[in-house]
């Protein structure tokens, strides 16, 4: 319904990301290094707001016109594991 009228609507799933509310978790920095033994694709650690704002950027960009309906996982390989 909303695709018809040019409306493209899709979902950012993130992991941890530093933020004030992630700064609620008692050592931010021992929950990264807890995750570093596991193998992930990328850096075991926690994402910054940045890196989660350039995934939305593309997705309101031109360059994602043909991206409609889908959930990306910005969460540096973790759901992956």
């Keep these: 319904m909303y695709a018809e009228k040019g409306i ?5 799933a993130t992991g941890a990301v530093e933020t004030n509310i992630g700064s ?3 050592n931010i ?3 990264g290094a807890a995750r570093q ?3 992930l694709p990328l850096n075991p650690r926690i994402g910054k707001p940045e890196e989660i704002a350039h995934v939305a ?3 309101g960009s031109d360059e994602a ?8 996982a910005a969460d540096g390989g973790w759901t992956a594991y």
């Design 57 to 59: 950027l593309f997705l």
């Design 24 to 26: 609620s978790i008692t």
């Design 37 to 39: 033994n596991v193998g």
């Design 29 to 31: 920095s021992e929950f």
């Design 8 to 12: 493209r609507t899709n979902a950012i």
């Design 65 to 72: 016109s043909f991206v409609n309906g889908a959930v990306v």
